[in-house]
């Protein structure tokens, strides 16, 4: 039987790895793994205890708010709070970044944002939710309170992202910029033990990811590209959980995506909170990210903390292809209107 790799054990051992490393992003992703568990229990006794449902608020983006993101979203924010590498927190369901006080006067070069609970329209019908967080170093003095300018940056600045899926086992994956890791919750010890080393995203899959009920209402070249995979028999999987989508993807290649539609024109899911850590996991691993403009999600500089991107992410062979037809199909001019 091959030694059980704990994920405190593994991301100890990579902090060798870095040269200057002085241990902060290390109890960040620690406290961050913490937390996981603490949502993950609550996640799996949600039908048990009556948090379940809808909590009756809108958050920052306009969306149902459900009782456990609200759960999750706290825990993370206490776990993240008390790590004392953290200066700050943005999260999708808060209006404005949380600054986080020093602890025992350490100045901490952290910011995290994060997306609590994903895919929470899930909950109540017991289909996997997840967890997508992303780490900055802050651009602000480190003596004073952090600033909008420390989760204003573009993921190309992202010093590490990841998330956890409770699915039928709870995983998480992470990056630091050096490859892509998976670790498996074993429930009888409490532990995340590694279960997925260096992820490589496959050049093309056999899976395609996409609203397709909003066919309609996407562009032409977005229908176009949606009927040629069908053409290809690709196998159509939409599991309204971005993060669980990606994960399948991530394993055994495929495409995902959410493009502009009437009700989103600037697209559905957030910059800071799905889109540049799904990005950097997904380009760490092999794959690519581009929104419909068909620019790198990684180098969009954002403007606000909600703002809302397309996204177009998967293995490279296919989103290669994607942006092919895109560029193909914008060229033909529009019909005249009669
Ligand atoms: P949420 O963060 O409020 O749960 O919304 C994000 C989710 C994604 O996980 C998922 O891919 C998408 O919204 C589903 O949206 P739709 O129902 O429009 O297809
Ligand atoms: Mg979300």
Do not use: W
């Not at 997508?132 to 420390?150: L, N």
Request: hydrophobic share 35%; proline share 4%; net charge neutral.
């Amino acid at each position: 039987m091959s030694r059980i790799i704990t994920l405190d054990e593994f991301i100890i051992r990579r902090q060798k790895d870095f040269a200057y490393a002085s241990g902060e992003l290390t109890g960040l992703l620690r406290d961050i793994g913490v937390a996981a568990k603490i949502v993950n229990r609550e996640v799996n006794k949600a039908g048990l205890v009556n948090i379940l449902g809808v909590h009756g608020l809108e958050n920052a983006s306009g969306d149902e708010v459900q009782k456990l993101d609200m759960y999750a979203n706290q825990k993370l924010i206490d776990c993240l709070k008390n790590s004392g590498e953290c200066c700050g927190v943005a999260s999708e369901e808060n209006e404005d970044i949380i600054q986080v006080p020093a602890i025992a006067s350490k100045n901490a070069k952290y910011v995290v944002v994060f997306d609590p609970l994903d895919g929470s329209s899930n909950i109540d019908v017991n289909v996997s939710v997840g967890t997508i967080f992303g780490i900055y170093r802050r651009k602000s003095d480190e003596k004073g309170p952090c600033t909008m300018e420390d989760f204003l940056q573009k993921g190309t600045e992202l010093v590490a992202a990841g998330y956890v899926i409770y699915g039928t086992s709870t995983i998480l994956v992470y990056t630091t910029g050096r490859g892509v890791n998976g670790f498996t919750l074993d429930p009888s010890i409490g532990e995340f033990c590694l279960s997925h080393t260096d992820i490589k995203i496959p050049d093309r899959g056999q899976y395609y990811s996409v609203n397709q009920g909003y066919y309609l209402k996407f562009d032409v070249e977005m229908r176009r590209y949606i009927d040629y995979c069908s053409d290809l028999n690709l196998r159509l999987r939409y599991i309204g959980s971005m993060v669980s989508d990606i994960h399948r993807i991530l394993l055994q290649g495929g495409i995902f995506l959410y493009p502009n539609t009437r009700k989103y024109p600037k697209g559905k899911l957030r910059l800071l909170y799905e889109c540049n850590p799904l990005a950097f996991v997904v380009e760490q691993a092999g794959g690519k990210a581009y929104n419909n403009q068909l620019g790198r999600i990684m180098e969009v500089q954002p403007h606000e903390l909600h703002q809302r991107s397309t996204i177009v992410i998967g293995s490279p062979g296919m989103v290669d292809e994607m942006k092919e037809f895109v560029e193909r199909y914008s060229a033909v001019p529009a019909m005249p209107k009669k």
